[in-house]
């Protein structure tokens, strides 16, 4: 099955200030390449983060050759130029400072995934039984609920949830994180923005993994909005193999 990328504005938003890129085949070096950006800022600043970044990265990627050092190297490259050139615009133009964009960047290669992160746009692995979060949130509230001083339930309605610790576009040399997924039984791969799991918890996104990429996409974006919609909603489903183009670089 081909993965499957919807963006939607939700039903409490004016505007969409989430970006996507969903490509299953061979994107210049890279064997697939899939990015979810969720921006902030002023007026449409937050837009224009989420939209230059992945428009960065797909610049780096058309000049750069993939090197022996590998994928996820090459993906933290690829996040640490696309920083530098948002920042870039946002000290150029008054209008775009405090700019800035969660960035979630993956890779499927044979069996494993690769994933370069910063922000709290989730990567989610889909098994038989359960559904299993691959990266780790840049909140606030993240980083209490995993000292233990709150509970995921007091997590999930905390004044403080939606406060980003950090993003891509706001400081120079920022550390992204870079990790790699053994996908052995893995069914499907979800990523998403917070406008996703702000409105559904993970068993209620379980439930729904099920099935076409296009219907799983579409079921959870309608569940979402079904259950308030607050936020913008951009999520990618695709399948733990056979995603296209498989690359001997590992």
Do not use: W
């Not at 939209?51 to 000049?63: G, I, P, T, Y």
């Not at 133009?93 to 290669?109: E, P, Q, R, Y």
């Amino acid at each position: 099955m081909y993965p499957a990328g919807i963006t939607d504005t939700g039903r409490c938003r004016a505007n969409n200030e989430d970006s996507l890129f969903v490509c299953g085949d061979k994107f210049h070096a890279l064997p697939n390449l899939f990015i979810v950006a969720d921006g902030m800022g002023g007026h449409n600043a937050g837009e224009v983060a989420s939209l230059e970044a992945v428009s960065f990265f797909k610049e780096f990627c058309q000049k750069t050759p993939l090197k022996k050092n590998g994928i996820l190297n090459y993906l933290t490259a690829g996040c640490a130029y696309a920083n530098e050139k948002v920042l870039d615009m946002a000290e150029a133009d008054d209008s775009l400072f405090g700019m800035g964009t969660t960035f979630t960047v993956c890779v499927k290669n044979k069996k494993k995934l690769y994933i370069a992160h910063i922000g709290d746009s989730r990567v989610y692995a889909a098994y038989e039984d359960r559904l299993e979060q691959l990266t780790d949130d840049h909140t606030y509230v993240y980083e209490m609920r995993r000292l233990g001083q709150i509970t995921e339930l007091e997590a999930r309605t905390h004044p403080r949830r939606n406060m980003l610790t950090k993003v891509l576009g706001v400081e120079r040399g920022i550390a992204f994180d870079a990790s790699v997924f053994e996908l052995t039984d893995c069914l499907k791969i979800l990523m998403c923005s917070d406008g996703l799991t702000n409105m559904l918890d993970d068993d209620a996104i379980f439930k729904q993994m099920r099935g076409d990429n296009e219907v799983v996409a579409r079921r959870l974006v309608e569940s979402a909005n079904e259950n308030g919609g607050t936020d913008n909603i951009t999520l990618i489903v695709f399948d733990a193999t056979g995603t296209g183009g498989d690359r001997g670089a590992a």
